[in-house]
């Protein structure tokens, strides 16, 4: 049986989950920083998960903390989340064009109408999994 990894992109105020398997992204989500704890429990018995993955950068320090206080996690490791913003910016609009007059403007002047932070999650589970696409 392959590895399911949970990958967390910590913040201040929300933090992006993706749980996945080798070939497949299994969910994605955005939580408030201090619910990290419950939903990281919540979904490493809900996807069995094995391996829990933190992005180093803005707020590391706080989530991780949070995670150590909880039994019956994986190990969590931390990995270098260098260039996933920019990129998950990119895959943001991929998934979802800009529509009437926003289409006209170049992508990278545009900042997306929602948060992204599961999709630099996702980024970060496919770096791990070694399927940067």
Do not use: N
Not at 1 to 26: F, I, N, Q
Request: net charge neutral.
């Amino acid at each position: 049986m392959s590895e399911t990894v949970l990958a967390l992109d910590p913040g201040r105020l929300k933090c992006g989950l993706a749980v996945g398997r080798p070939g497949a992204v299994l969910s994605r989500a955005i939580v408030p920083t201090g619910q990290v704890p419950a939903a990281v429990a919540d979904w490493v018995k809900r996807y069995g998960v094995t391996r829990i993955i933190v992005g180093g950068g803005t707020g590391s320090g706080a989530v991780l903390a949070a995670l150590a206080r909880v039994t019956g996690l994986p190990s969590v490791e931390t990995v270098e989340e260098t260039g996933t913003t920019l990129e998950a910016r990119r895959r943001y609009f991929r998934d979802h064009p800009p529509r009437g007059w926003r289409r006209l403007l170049p992508i990278t002047l545009q900042l997306p109408p929602e948060e992204y932070d599961d999709y630099v999650a996702e980024l970060l589970l496919e770096r791990v999994l070694g399927e940067g696409t």
